[in-house]
């Protein structure tokens, strides 16, 4: 308001006391807030942050077309709250083979839980960059999505499901509203690893079937692609424009 610039800002975290405190200082005047998701924009909405829905988006000339195969994947950030070893737990059950790739991002957690049950069949390849990562998912069968807190969006749904990839995955924070929006995707509940476990073996033989895979992608690319995005975000700066003229 200051400025007398008007501003747009994404939330795409948990509500944060000090952003409250700052939006409500300034008298929401001059401002815009997108929320990634519903579940995102319910919990920002009740704390004082009124915002309108922008899912994430994804770019779908990154994360190509890839042809499936055998393999499980998982890909993410190496720590407690995205949990890798329950993909670990479901892929040994399953008896498959699983690759991880992801930027470690508490030592500890790596060290002590997941690392130690990393061997065999279980391939940690690091961290990849966006091309290797995108052709090591395109060439999976399923990708195991594994959060153990409420997602604000979770971006690993729509980028493997752009691969054609299928997901599964816990239902939690704004991940259903991505399986909701989309093919491919099936979620159980939070934490429950035998259903996990029961619906992965259901889905695998899908992620090679080349037709299926094609839709997936398409139904994704539809609802989450970058272009949807962009579009979406100046159709939103356009109105915010309108009403700062109009003010």
Not at 110 to 138: K, N, Q, W
Request: with cysteine.
């Amino acid at each position: 308001p200051q400025l007398g610039v008007p501003m747009v800002t994404t939330l795409h975290t948990p509500v944060d006391g000090s952003a409250v405190a700052a939006h409500l200082a300034a008298g929401g005047a001059g401002s815009q807030f997108l929320s990634v998701s519903a579940h995102t924009m319910m919990q920002w909405d009740a704390a004082g942050v009124p915002s309108e829905l922008l899912p994430n988006g994804v770019d779908p000339r990154a994360w190509a077309l890839g042809p499936g195969g055998d393999d499980l994947v998982w890909f993410g950030r190496i720590v407690p709250e995205k949990a890798p070893h329950i993909a670990v737990e479901v892929a040994r059950r399953l008896g498959r083979r699983l690759v991880i790739a992801g930027r470690i991002g508490d030592d500890e957690y790596a060290r002590d839980i997941l690392f130690p049950s990393v061997g065999g069949d279980v391939e940690y390849a690091g961290e990849l960059a966006p091309a290797p990562l995108a052709a090591l998912v395109g060439r999976s069968g399923l990708a195991l999505a594994t959060p153990a807190w409420a997602e604000p969006f979770g971006l690993v749904g729509p980028e493997a499901l752009m691969c054609g990839t299928p997901v599964v995955g816990f239902a939690v924070g704004g991940v259903p509203e991505i399986a909701a929006a989309t093919m491919g995707m099936q979620l159980v509940a939070a934490g429950d690893v035998a259903a996990m476990t029961e619906r992965a073996a259901s889905m695998l033989p899908s992620g090679k079937d080349a037709a299926f895979r094609a839709v997936v992608r398409e139904t994704a690319v539809r609802r989450f692609s970058l272009d949807t995005r962009i579009d979406a975000l100046e159709a939103s700066f356009a109105r915010l424009r309108e009403t700062e003229s109009a003010a």
